[in-house]
């Protein structure tokens, strides 16, 4: 079954008792069962509820792999994730990540034992340096939040089985519409599904896609015992938002291209970060890897952090806001906001500095974005 067809059939047959022809939302916290150990394979909604598996299905249809598991947010799913290690295991980790993944892991898993070591894995003699005898997890983003390097998968998959790490990928910016992991050895593809996938911006929510038998028990094991499950209603608004997936991920490439062009030839900006943009360092590799580039643009302003300031409060289509994927366009200032919990100094020295400026690109008209964009950098 083809990704569009997978998208708005898969984990949803039209309901038994009725023929809803729309998954339900099964808001009920428990399952009546007729005698001790005899249910209809629902027991308790923590542990299992049929919109979330409508939902999980799906999930895994569309990212090529045998099991999905849903979470109450990107982070949730990372969470999870990452109680695969014990105390004392070591984690290489993408340095360019979004800032509460970096949170959580320097902030949080630090003091449960874990150690991290952050390198630009889009090099990955990089993380070949940093592999010690106890290194068990080797940590993707791809493309980064928010420079948007692109990291060689097949290369990764490789190194990793040869250091015996496993290996998880962030896959929230390219959606599986664009890129998927797993068909390049991945064993783990998260998501904060509260991006591309749902696509509205009006839900929170996180998966985790993966195929291997062994690690689906345990993490599935863990989405039960830790918790951080997503409610019915958050499961069916990512289900709706799958349906349209395709068709929207076409339209915000569309409309990425074409802003990325412009903000390339504009005299107020001095470079832009696009793996779509023929000229970007990650471009060539990008195009290897993923069937399209996604709509997430990072540009540096020719000017100052209060010039980007102004650029950012600026735009009037362009929402000045957290967050990425949903249909209308963000604009937001990553060192200020997505990417604070980042020491000043690391952050800089990776490149999100004061005149950087990240941008999700909606589907609204072309004209409209360009105008806006123009208009802002114009002012500041
Ligand atoms: O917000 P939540 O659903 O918990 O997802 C966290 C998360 C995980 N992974 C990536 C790549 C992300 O970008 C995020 C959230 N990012 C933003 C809110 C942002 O504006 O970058």
Redesign the pocket.
Known sequence: MRFETAAIHVGQEPEEKTGAIVVPIFQTATYAQPAIGQHKGYEYSRTHNPTRKALEQCLAALEGGKYGLGFA????A?TTSMSLLKKGDHVISSDD?????YRVFERIFRDFGLDFTFVDTSDLANVVAAVKPNTRMLWL?TPT??LLKVVDLRGAVELARKHNMMTVV?N??ASPYFQRPLEFGIDIV??????FLGGHSDV???AAVLSDDKIFERLSFAQNAMGAIPGPFDCWLVLRGLKTLAVRMRQHEANARAIAEFLHQHKRVQSVLYPGLPSFKYHERAKKQMSGFGSLISFYLDGSESQARKVCAATKVFSLA???GGVESLI?HPGL??HASIPTELRESRGITGNFIRLSVGIEHIDDLIADLDMALKSA
């Not at 990540?97 to 993944?101: A, L, S």
Request: charged share 15%; aromatic share 6%.
């Open positions: 947010s990107g982070m949730a990372i990540v979004y800032g509460g993944t983003e939040n928010p962030d929230t910016f998260v998501h904060s599904t509260t991006k929170v929510g996180g957290e967050s990425l937001e906001m997505t």
